[in-house]
């Protein structure tokens, strides 16, 4: 199994700016994607921001050119810069992964969830 610990939540201002952080630990044989997903209150968790293992990225367009998403082994990272009150939610961090206890199938991981909190 692959465990997702995350860390960087918190409260800010509007224009303010936060780093989450999520470590990836355990049976890892090779991660694919690693991603960030945001669900606001009442509505469903949607994409924010993915990091492929060729280093390619893509962004919501809602946070495009604010918002830059970084790895490095098995950490990675959501810089989020000139926040917004819409960008409040639960952040979690996603992984798509090979364990050594699945060779050969990719499974999914999810963090616990950080909360970010905007105000205007």
């Known amino acids: 199994q692959v465990q997702l610990v995350e860390s960087g939540g918190g409260l800010v201002q509007a224009g303010g700016s936060l780093r989450l952080s999520c470590v990836a630990s355990?049976?890892?044989?090779?991660?694919?994607?690693m991603a960030w997903y945001r669900q606001a209150p009442e509505k469903q968790r949607d994409l924010v921001a993915v990091?492929?293992?060729?280093?390619n990225t893509n962004y919501a367009d809602s946070v495009k050119g604010r918002f830059t998403i970084s790895r490095d082994k098995n950490m990675f990272y959501l810089q989020m810069n000139s926040l917004k009150p819409e960008d409040t939610g639960v952040y979690y961090c996603?992984?798509?992964?090979?364990?050594?206890?699945?060779?050969?199938?990719?499974?999914?991981?999810w963090g616990q969830g950080a909360q970010v909190t905007v105000s205007s």
């Open positions: 996603n992984v798509r992964a090979t364990t050594t206890q699945r060779m050969g199938f990719i499974d999914i991981f």
């Open positions: 355990g049976s890892i044989f090779s991660i694919n994607n």
């Open positions: 990091v492929r293992n060729t280093g």
